[in-house]
T-cell receptor
Framework: GESVGLHLPTLSVQEGDNSIINCAYS??????FIWYKQESGKGPQFIID?????DKRQGQRVTVLLNKTVKHLSLQIAATQPGDSAVYFC???????????????FGTGTRLQVFP | DAGVIQSPRHEVTEMGQEVTLRCKPI?????LFWYRQTMMRGLELLIY????????DSGMPEDRFSAKMPNASFSTLKIQPSEPRDSAVYFC???????????FGQGTRLTVV
């Protein structure tokens, strides 16, 4: 079936190192992807997005890479800080086969732990 | 901008009782989503509205769940009767339009005992 899934449930990195969080998607027709960060007790927070006509997009300390050939998405965080510790979700904008509309489907999440 | 506002933040209720969760989307946003988050199933889309009209409710688990959006600034998710397996964090999110990034509220943590 169609799904959005993450390769690694937990990623531990040292403060100052770069982090890479990966995501695989299965629907080749999906045209828009978003990364969210969720801290404990809070709702998912928008980080960065990318449309399928792009391969790369950069924000402040974050970069999203999209490889449509292998249906893979990654989030790179430069100089990881303790405040980056959270669960990260990729989300895929998928067209509803029932109603011919768009809806946002989330992956299972990766926990990023930053240690000193 | 106050963001998406949900109430209550926490709800503890007894099995069989009716539960109503409330959401105020970001002003000007045309799409509204209800998600449920559990450790076992992650973030699940329950239902979403576009211009106050329910578009896709295929994620609603069963008839005990219902959602309404009487106007552009308010939505409710109701569970009647509630069961212990409904315990989860329920999130409301809104987006400017369909296919755009969704912004989430702080969630309602529901515990059914």
């Amino acid at each position: 079936g169609e799904s959005v899934g993450l390769h690694l449930p937990t990623l531990s990195v040292q403060e100052g190192d770069n982090s890479i969080i990966n995501c695989a998607y299965s629907n080749s027709a999906s045209d828009y992807f978003i990364w969210y960060k969720q801290e404990s007790g809070k709702g998912p927070q928008f980080i960065i997005d990318i449309r399928s006509n792009m391969d790369k997009r950069q924000g402040q300390r974050v970069t999203v890479l999209l490889n449509k050939t292998v249906k893979h998405l990654s989030l790179q965080i430069a100089a990881t800080q303790p405040g980056d510790s959270a669960v990260y979700f990729c989300a895929e904008n998928r067209r509803s086969k029932y109603y011919n509309t768009d809806k946002l489907i989330f992956g299972t999440g990766t926990r990023l732990q930053v240690f000193p | 901008d106050a963001g998406v506002i949900q109430s209550p933040r926490h709800e503890v209720t007894e099995m069989g009782q009716e539960v109503t969760l409330r959401c105020k989307p970001i002003s000007g946003h045309n799409s509204l989503f209800w998600y449920r988050q559990t450790m076992m199933r992650g973030l699940e889309l329950l239902i979403y509205f576009n211009n106050n009209v329910p578009i896709d409710d295929s994620g609603m688990p069963e008839d005990r769940f219902s959602a309404k959006m009487p106007n552009a600034s308010f939505s409710t998710l109701k569970i009647q009767p509630s069961e212990p397996r409904d315990s989860a964090v329920y999130f409301c999110a809104s987006s400017l339009e369909q296919g755009a990034a969704a912004f989430f509220g702080q969630g309602t943590r529901l515990t059914v005992v």
